[in-house]
């Protein structure tokens, strides 16, 4: 099992543009998040997914959409990108054994310019 | 408002000796507690959890402790290893899903 995997790992955009991050999953998780972390900072829920179709609202959403076609991806889009994007994005899935846990992806760094 | 908090930015502590990492949390409504551990260019990785019904949990060399009275929670390392210097985050459950702390940067010294 790969796991969590997230591409691209690095990304500078320009204020303005846009771009999907993608992420996707082989345990056949229901549950799918975006995080974002900023420097000395915790992660904060972006957008969450509960199972293919169904998306909802995290902790500081503006900015983004996402979508779920699948159980494996739930990519995240940035529109019209700010500095204020400028961040590391996780991407998580929870199962397992123990309840709550996520197993988080490598991260993308994003900066916007 | 922070309803997970990590007080310390960054800890040292010498190879072998105990690391006690400390995390404080304001919502009773919180039912789980999980550690993450996380190195540089890489994702949180799991570590250890706990249920707020019990007070202690344990796995090798690493021990969770809740006081639900304080609203506190403690991870312990020992003996602690080189391999152990990362980032821990403690995060909190409800059914709004995870809360994150800020994280404390633990260091340990030859």
């Known amino acids: 099992n790969a796991g969590v995997t997230q591409t691209p790992k690095f990304r500078i955009l320009k204020i303005g543009q846009s771009m999907t991050l993608q992420c996707t999953q082989d345990?056949?998780?229901?549950?799918m998040y975006w995080y974002r972390q900023d420097p000395g900072m915790g992660l904060k829920l972006i957008y969450y997914s509960v199972g293919a179709g169904i998306t909802d609202k995290g902790e500081v959403p503006n900015g983004y959409n996402v979508s779920r076609s699948t159980t494996e991806d739930f990519p995240l889009r940035l529109e019209l990108a700010a500095p204020s994007q400028t961040s590391v994005y996780f991407c998580a899935s929870r199962g397992g054994s123990v309840p709550d846990t996520q197993y988080f992806g490598p991260g993308t760094r994003l900066t916007v310019l | 408002d922070q309803q997970v908090k990590q007080n310390s930015p960054s800890l040292s502590v010498q190879e072998g000796r105990i690391s006690i990492l400390n995390c404080d949390y304001t919502n009773s409504m919180f039912d789980y507690f999980l550690w993450y551990k996380k190195y540089p260019a890489e994702g949180p990785t799991f570590l250890i959890s706990i249920s707020s019904i019990k007070d202690k949990n344990e796995d090798g060399r690493f021990t969770v402790f809740l006081n639900k009275s304080a609203k506190h929670l403690s991870l312990h390392i020992v003996p602690s290893q080189p391999g152990d210097s990362a980032v821990y985050f403690c995060a909190a459950s409800d059914s709004d899903g995870l809360t994150f702390g800020k994280g404390t940067h633990l260091i340990i010294q030859p």
């Open positions: 345990m056949n998780h229901n549950y």
